[in-house]
């Protein structure tokens, strides 16, 4: 693999800043450095200087940070055609729009179509690394995995496990989905850059049988995921309750069921109460913030300043939740979940923003050893943010006083035309 080196501004995180007594510290900017890569990891950090040009092939983008990969730790692909559908509520508008969707991907040529567009758009948008649900079908996990194969981007993904209150097409049963989630695993689970996510939908379209053979499933195969959606809609809440009525509320559900723990990420989390976010903490489950979805259906608010108080912190990371979400934007994402944050009657800022784009998704996803930063030893997957992709940014970042207001600027008015270069694996994947 070619040895090569990106030349700009560097941005990386070195800890946690809900958690640090001094926040910025955490953050790294150096300013005209060089990223070495080599075989498909970074070699180096370094200061820039003219002598490099003469051992390496170097690639310069002024005006422009570079950042670790986007991280989105909760996206649907198959619900790619159907962004942007009329709004209704949750349980509405799976029956209206989601399911008749996914009935499609029982054909592979379908799957395989989406799967690229996906995963083009991911690129287009900076985002290196997803967790992602594909639908019931083997096959469209089969068509997932062998594009982003070839791409070599780290992908998170499973076939979805729902044995009732589906429509018939989309059903299997607990035995079947066990059996063709665990040939699967065998085959996709540590191959290149892929791993696997046991993927029940969610409790109500499982029964206690299936849930508990996705936990036995999920601790057969130590190093696989588990997601899943919780608490998303109050009246998925409820419908928990009469389902699971000897279950002391959502979370306990899966709890019983052996599907809490570290590598679980938990999407939405909107209602949690104080005893869920201490399971969460406790197990070490994950839960994936998914702004643009929840104020699309009118969901609720997820409150991330209480998931990451200190004491008791939760991983939290980023998710567009497409395609209740409406962009595949994770600065878009971010510019929606400071609104969040907001109207919860706190506030997010740049540098907590970025975190949770980057480094604290890698931590949600129990992958921030290999990725979610830029420094030696870390996957070379790298997003270039143009601080000039628009007249209006370019004006705006003019009048910036400090990196952490030109963040924010990103977070609130940019989107994929931000996107300069997307580099997975130490590879140029998107160039706009």
Request: aromatic share 8%; net charge negative; hydrophobic share 40%.
């Amino acid at each position: 693999m070619a040895r090569r080196a990106l030349r700009g501004t560097v941005l990386t995180f070195t800890g946690d800043p809900f958690l640090a007594e001094d926040p910025a510290a955490t953050l790294s900017i150096t300013e005209d450095a060089l990223v070495v890569m080599e075989d498909g990891v970074v070699a180096a950090v370094t200061p820039y200087h003219p002598d490099h040009e003469r051992a390496l092939e170097v690639v310069h983008y002024p005006d422009a940070i570079l950042c670790p990969g986007f991280i989105d730790c909760h996206v649907h692909y198959p619900q790619t055609q159907m962004i942007g559908a009329y709004g209704a509520q949750l349980l509405d508008w799976l029956n209206r729009y989601t399911f008749p969707t996914e009935e499609q991907f029982a054909d592979p040529a379908h799957a395989a179509e989406v799967a690229r567009l996906f995963l083009a758009e991911l690129l287009r948008n900076g985002t290196t690394t997803a967790a992602v649900y594909c639908t019931v079908h083997p096959q469209s996990v089969e068509a997932f995995f062998t594009e982003s194969h070839r791409l070599n981007t780290r992908m998170i993904a499973g076939k979805m496990l729902m044995d009732r209150n589906a429509p018939a097409a989309l059903l299997d049963t607990a035995e079947s989905g066990h059996a063709d989630s665990k040939a699967l695993i065998e085959r996709w689970h540590g191959k290149g850059r892929q791993l696997y996510a046991v993927t029940p939908r969610f409790a109500p379209t499982s029964s206690p049988e299936q849930l508990e053979a996705a936990g036995r499933l999920w601790r057969e195969h130590p190093g696989t995921y588990l997601q899943t959606h919780l608490s998303e809609n109050e009246a998925e809440v409820a419908w928990v309750e009469e389902l699971f009525p000897d279950r002391h509320g959502y979370l306990d559900v899966y709890d019983k069921a052996g599907l809490t723990g570290r590598r679980a990420i938990f999407g939405h989390a909107v209602h949690l109460t104080e005893a869920e976010f201490a399971c969460c903490h406790r197990t070490g489950s994950a839960l994936a913030h998914c702004p643009t979805s929840n104020l699309f259906l009118g969901s609720g608010m997820f409150r991330l300043a209480e998931a990451k108080r200190r004491g008791r912190p939760v991983c939290v990371g980023l998710g567009t939740d497409l395609g209740a979400g409406t962009s595949f934007s994770q600065l878009r994402t971010l510019g929606e979940a400071y609104k969040v944050a907001h109207a919860n009657g706190t506030a997010l800022d740049a540098l907590h923003g970025f975190y949770l784009a980057t480094r604290g998704g890698a931590q949600a996803l129990d992958l921030e050893r290999i990725i979610g930063s830029i420094a030696p030893g870390y996957e070379a997957d790298i997003v270039v943010l143009d601080l000039k992709a628009t007249p209006l940014l370019a004006f705006r970042m003019a009048h910036a006083q400090d990196w952490l207001e030109k963040l924010f600027v990103l977070m609130t008015l940019g989107d994929d035309r931000a996107i300069r270069a997307t580099w997975v694996a130490g590879e140029l994947r998107h160039a706009r």
